[in-house]
């Protein structure tokens, strides 16, 4: 039998050791939210290296195209780290729908992320805009406010594929030159605009994600305890939200009478009875 060495022993600890820590990782060993990002800018604002190590550059765009605003360094922005509220706060806008290029020499999965913040407008329905992606329509009647309310960070997380020369994004298909080209489109409500983006190797689950909103956190009522097994559910599997139903519910309580449907069954009896005896009564006289 071979006799095992502690010099042996060091080593095969050592591997396992180095194997399990390996294996710990959160990310698998793979590489971090920061070297994933391939293209980053602070649109109306100057470089920033935010909390997860993403280099945003300048804005290429100052004094070509739109104009940059720092309106909102006035304001903290809620959801976002301290450290990186200048991300929201800067912002470039255009009186016309205005992009920015980017190039990606490399096949595979990625992500667009695009941070908003209102800043101005302290109500819906005064900034509403589209964004495109390579002549896609990608987000829709995009209105800050009505998503978050005023001064709140918000991402607009868009996936998208190139391979064998074309992009796939949101089941539609282009042909791609080699240039992501990602336009915020004029609407009917002021102008496009917006405060940072960066694309980024990957699938949504590798995002970083934005702190929970104050006003979006489940608030259910704690008399609402109705078991979802004791409910009567439609055919389609949903459940009508307990706002409906007390709509729908008829409200209890006296109704009013009726007066045509009242019981008149007493008042015909005694009629009955004297055409009763009136009738035999009447033909024994004519028969004296």
């Known amino acids: 039998m071979r006799r095992v060495t502690m010099p042996g022993v060091g080593w095969l600890l050592v591997a396992v050791s180095a194997l399990l820590i390996e294996l710990c990782r959160p990310d698998g060993g793979g590489p ?69 290029e980017v190039p990606i020499r490399e ?43 005023h001064s709140t960070a918000h991402d607009e997380i868009v996936a998208f594929s190139i391979k064998r020369g074309k992009l796939s994004v949101q089941r539609e298909v282009s042909t791609f030159n080699g240039k992501l080209t990602v336009e915020f489109v ?17 699938t949504s689950d590798d995002v970083p994600k934005l702190q929970p909103h104050p006003g979006m956190l489940d608030k259910r009522d704690p008399e609402d305890t109705e078991d979802p097994e004791d409910l009567d559910l439609p055919e389609d599997g949903t459940r009508k939200s307990s706002s409906a139903a007390s709509k729908n519910r008829v409200q209890s ?36």
Request: aromatic share 12%.
């Open 186 to 202: 004029k609407g009917y409500y002021d102008n496009p605009k917006v405060c940072a983006l960066y694309v980024m190797k990957g």
């Open 107 to 149: 096949e595979g999965d990625y992500i667009l992320v695009m941070k908003f913040a209102e800043v101005y407008f302290a109500q819906s329905q005064q900034k509403v805009f589209d964004v495109r992606l390579n002549g896609h329509t990608v987000v829709k009647d995009l209105d800050i406010f009505e998503r978050v309310g």
């Open 32 to 100: 971090s939210v920061a070297e994933r990002v391939i293209w980053a800018v602070n649109a109306g604002g100057e470089a920033h290296t935010d909390a997860d190590g993403i280099h945003y550059k300048k804005d290429p765009l100052e004094g070509k195209v739109g104009k940059g605003s720092d309106y909102g360094m006035r304001l903290p922005i809620l959801r976002s780290n301290p450290e990186d509220q200048v991300l929201y706060q800067t912002e470039r806008y255009n009186e016309d729908t205005f992009g920015y």
């Open 253 to 288: 309580g006296p109704r009013t009478p009726n007066p045509y449907a009242a019981d008149n069954s007493s008042l015909m009896f005694p009629i009955l009875v004297a055409f009763g005896v009136f009738i035999p009564t009447l033909f024994c006289l004519c028969r004296l």
